[in-house]
């Protein structure tokens, strides 16, 4: 089952395209990895699918349900967020805000879905450190917590190892692997680490403005655009 | 100690400003800690300006200085937040714009009809006595639904404060809760203005936030340590202000000022005992 179809979809900036016509889709449990160059519109095409960028042609076709409230998003780390006093739980918890509705405060049911996502991420005995105090990795963990609180079924991550050391970069990517195939969530993941996408991802799209490739990644690999990103030796 | 405090409190005009005051550094103590995580601080501080500029307005048409000055200081709140979001025009530099130029116009207008004399001394720095009675209901009231609205919208406000992208992108209009929050500090602003003097307001706002998140982990422990510290700085400095005559909004940063102190001196040796072990 399809959860999005982008069909001649293009984004643009003042005028100036950012990503043009780009034609895919994301199925029910699928893992897309979105990679490609800096400035090639990775960026552009998460806020578009998160609808808080309007296409400037084309359309996304979103299946039954998908609305907002129910797709969870680890956006990169802001500058705010650094020196934020806040405690761990309080963090995850936001992410279950849009369930509330019209009520003011977290039920019952936010609380233990929030308890939840942190023992299943490994950091509840985390749950009353302070966010500003926790390593980068324990931080992304808190924030992809927070995503899973937000959602039953897709997740979209940006670039969700940026500024961790490799050792834990691994860990991040063992972690977003284990909810795709233990938890069923479909996960769309910018990143420009090339290799680790080729090994977790189920299926690629690769970005140049426009669509250079997109299907399967066993295809990608025996594709002209994939051996020359891969082979290239640069994991830009 | 107890016969000073029956002293003070014979007097209705000191009642009154502890009644008024002390709502105020709550509401001020309570958005402060958004605005000060948002980067929003400087936004308080324009908006005192303009609102001297609207009390200088008021006076000259002899009209009630809160009725015109909550309107005027609403609008410029919604008009900063625009700007500070737009990328177009730095924020910081269209609000240095925006607050020079309202106290420029309010001191024009001030000096060309009653002239410069004690009151405009009064709006710049407060007065112990700015409080009339009839203020005081509107003060008391409009405290009383800033209260309740972020109370109200608690959690609303902490997810638009910590991570804004993400906010909008799982559902949640975070330009309305913006909104919100720019509405709810015009309001504090322009209540403790007079009391504090609008280049002193926006210290309760900046203060008790920053002070306690020295020390505080939690969003929720920041905001209930940020308003007993507001509110124990407004009473010390009503006292002190009261028995040695010094200005009122004056004295209550300076109180602020050593709490900030010792805060930050306990941080430090915080950290210091921390790398020690």
Known sequence: ?236 | MLDLLREIFSYPFMVRAFVVGTLVALCASLLGVSLVLKRYSMIGDGLSHVGFGALAIATALNAAPLAVSIPIVVVAAFLLLRISESSKIKGDAAIALISTGALAVGIMIVSMTTGMNTDVCNYLFGSILGMSKSDVRLSIGLCIVVLVLFALFYHRIFAVTFDETFARATGTNAGLYNMLIALLTALVIVLGMRMMGSLLISSLIVFPSLTSMRLCKSFKAVILNSAVISIVCLWVGLVISYVYATPTGASIVICNICIFVIYWLIQLAKGAFLREK
């Not at chain 1, 780009?22 to 519109?41: M, P, R, W």
């Not at chain 1, 479909?186 to 490739?213: G, N, P, W």
């Open chain 1, 1 to 236: 089952m399809s959860l999005i179809q982008c069909n001649h979809l293009s984004f643009a900036y003042d005028g100036i395209f950012a990503a043009k016509d780009l034609n895919f889709t994301v199925n029910s449990g699928d893992y897309l990895c979105i990679v490609g160059e800096n400035g090639a519109g990775k960026s552009t095409l998460m806020k578009g699918l998160l609808r808080l960028k309007k296409p400037a042609s084309g359309s996304i076709v979103y299946s039954d349900g998908l609305t907002a409230q129910q797709i969870g998003y680890l956006p990169q780390q802001t500058a705010v967020q650094k020196d934020f006093p806040a405690s761990v739980y309080e963090v995850v918890l936001s992410g279950c805000l849009n369930q509330l509705g019209i009520l003011p405060f977290y039920g019952k049911a936010q609380k233990q879905a929030a308890l939840h996502r942190m023992e299943q991420l490994g950091i509840s005995h985390l749950k009353h450190k302070c966010y500003r105090e926790l390593s980068g990795g324990q931080q992304q963990r808190v924030l992809l917590a927070r995503a899973l609180c937000a959602t039953q079924s897709l997740v979209l991550l940006d670039e969700p190892a940026a500024g961790l050391d490799p050792v834990v970069t691994q860990e991040m990517y063992e972690l977003v692997h284990k909810i795709n195939q233990e938890l069923g969530i479909t996960v769309i993941m910018v990143s420009h680490d090339i290799r680790c996408a080729v090994r977790y991802a189920k299926t690629i799209l690769h970005l140049q403005q426009e669509q250079l490739f997109f299907g399967t990644v066993e295809a990608y690999q025996n594709s002209e655009v994939g051996r020359k990103f891969l082979g290239g030796g640069t994991n830009a």
